[in-house]
């Protein structure tokens, strides 16, 4: 079974991330592909006759899809629905092989030596930075945005997937290496088109500190929830798609309405009650 070594646990601790490649084949790549551009092609199929959802976003059977910006405000007529969406999400129950996919025991070995045996699985996203539309995603950290307490390292870890090559031109991650040790930073919003994000502000960090991470289709990047990221846009004739799963410790405090209702898994994989 894939796990992490003591000393790829000690750099993610260390840094906030942590590369590890070639987690999925080049099968597995290419289904997932395969998975997300059928839901494109259904959910956007009125862009072939130039109908762009008003709000920009569609659910189709329940998975949702959000235009590029620069779709939804018809600054660019973009007629093939896999190169037109910024986001996809809430695949997991609704999806077999994404379904599958959160319960993969290669996903659980890595993340449960940071985040203890047990872990919630949270939500399900695919980012697709189409080629030159793809927006930038400014510099925040992730777990401000979950109900979860306290806002502290090692309660969250991003299984950040590449299913493309993500390079410094398309878009690829970007880290400040150990600022998930510095406390909730993400307290403003800012907006990059359409798109209201929850923030940085970035005159109280230094991005010059930043480490680029590139990757190639099928490797996996972990990231804890307090690290520092950011995304630049993609303006190359390549896409830039990624597909994360975000988990939650056991051991963090969920702020919602009544009891979490998340699928709760252990280091085996087995689903238990939520």
């Known amino acids: 079974m894939m796990s992490l070594s003591s000393e790829q646990k000690a750099l993610y601790e260390r840094d906030g991330f942590l590369a590890v490649r070639g987690v999925l084949s080049q099968e597995e ?8 551009a ?32 620069a779709v939804l405000s ?12 910024r986001k996809v999400w809430n695949l997991y129950g609704n999806d077999p092989l994404v379904t ?60 950040w997937m590449a299913l493309d090559d993500a390079t410094a031109e398309n ?11 510095w406390g909730n930073l993400t307290t403003a919003t ?21 480490v680029m991470v590139e990757a190639q289709a099928g ?10 990221h950011y995304s630049a846009p993609n303006r190359s004739p390549h896409p830039r798609w990624a597909f994360i799963l975000d988990f939650i410790s056991t051991r963090a405090r969920y702020t919602g309405e009544g009891e979490p209702n998340y699928p709760r898994l252990s280091r085996t994989g087995r689903l238990q009650t939520g």
């Open 29 to 36: 790549v290419n289904a997932l592909k395969h998975t997300l």
């Open 38 to 69: 059928d839901y494109l092609r259904t959910g956007l199929a009125m862009l072939r006759s130039g109908h762009v959802p008003e709000d920009g976003t569609v659910n189709h059977s329940g998975v949702w899809i959000q235009l590029e910006p």
């Open 74 to 85: 018809g600054k660019v007529r973009v007629e093939d629905p896999t190169l037109a969406a």
């Open 100 to 159: 599958q996919l959160v319960h993969d025991e290669r996903i659980l070995s890595l993340i449960t030596p940071i985040l203890g045996d047990e872990v919630w699985f949270f939500a399900d996203k695919a980012l697709l930075k189409p080629p030159y539309i793809g927006v930038e995603k400014p510099w925040h950290q992730d777990i401000p945005y979950f109900p979860f307490e306290p806002k502290e390292p090692y309660l969250h870890v991003a299984v």
């Open 171 to 181: 878009g690829c991650m970007q880290y400040i290496p150990g600022s998930h040790r």
């Open 190 to 210: 800012t907006w990059t088109e359409s798109v209201a994000h929850l923030a940085v502000e970035e005159s109280q960090i230094d991005t010059s500190q930043a």
């Open 219 to 228: 490797d996996v990047v972990l990231h804890d929830g307090m690290v520092l």
